[in-house]
């Protein structure tokens, strides 16, 4: 057994220092402490994995800001490579903040739900001609939305006990799908069933919560307001 005397902590490992605080660690025969669980590293296999992914996502993307290149010096005015730029970010961002990550499912759903969008529209701003956001807002949002309520409607109905992990999250979306009228409003979309569904959907859902709540989701709210 080892201890670290600065995170006063006791560690059942062969490392030599402390893997919070980087501290030498001393050899302890006795302890009243309750040892903290083994210190796991990440193995080489999972490293070498890693180094590997990297430098195949950096080979694509040389590889497409050099091939985009010979096509704008052919008249192809089109910057495709940004594409596959905005692509590996996203894709290293989905894998550290969603697979890597150990927030709740809502949490990293909505994390989905937020990168994806995102993407949408960073694609659809690539053409300097158009500065203007037509798909990625007229269907990608409201249909995220429609999605992200869909799923955590049907997880919360198959696992109530885990209702509560969603419960501020649905109620926050919602209020977010029903303000999407404003792109209706404001005529900054130009189809308007999607965005009026999306935000339809919303209201049912936020309705539905509070006349028809459960006791998880009563207990909930209590403790969001007594916060």
């Not at 404001?186 to 919560?209: E, R, Y």
């Amino acid at each position: 057994m080892k201890r670290c005397n600065k995170c006063n902590i006791d560690f059942n490992t062969d490392r030599k220092s402390c893997p919070f605080c980087r501290s030498i660690l001393e050899e302890v025969t006795e302890s009243n402490h309750q040892p903290y669980p083994k210190y796991q590293e990440v193995s080489k296999k999972k490293r070498i994995v890693e180094k590997i992914f990297i430098f195949l996502s950096l080979i694509a993307v040389i590889v497409s800001i050099v091939s985009n290149y010979y096509d704008y010096v052919a008249g192809h005015t089109y910057l495709w490579s940004v594409v596959v730029l905005i692509g590996v970010i996203f894709l290293w961002v989905f894998i550290r903040g969603i697979i890597i990550s150990n927030r709740y499912f809502a949490q990293r759903f909505l994390f989905v739900i937020l990168l994806l969008e995102l993407m949408f529209i960073s694609i659809e701003l690539i053409d300097i001609k158009y500065l203007h956001l037509d798909w990625s807002l007229t269907y990608m949002l409201p249909f995220l939305s429609i999605a992200y309520l869909f799923t955590l409607s049907l997880y919360a109905m198959i696992s109530p006990r885990r209702f509560a992990e969603f419960f501020i999250y649905m109620i926050l979306i919602s209020l977010a799908s029903i303000a999407e009228i404003l792109l209706v409003v404001f005529n900054k979309v130009s189809v308007d069933w999607p965005i009026l569904a999306s935000s339809l959907f919303g209201l049912f859902v936020l309705v539905g919560m509070f006349l028809f709540p459960t006791k998880t989701s009563k207990e909930e709210l209590k403790k969001r307001l007594r916060a």
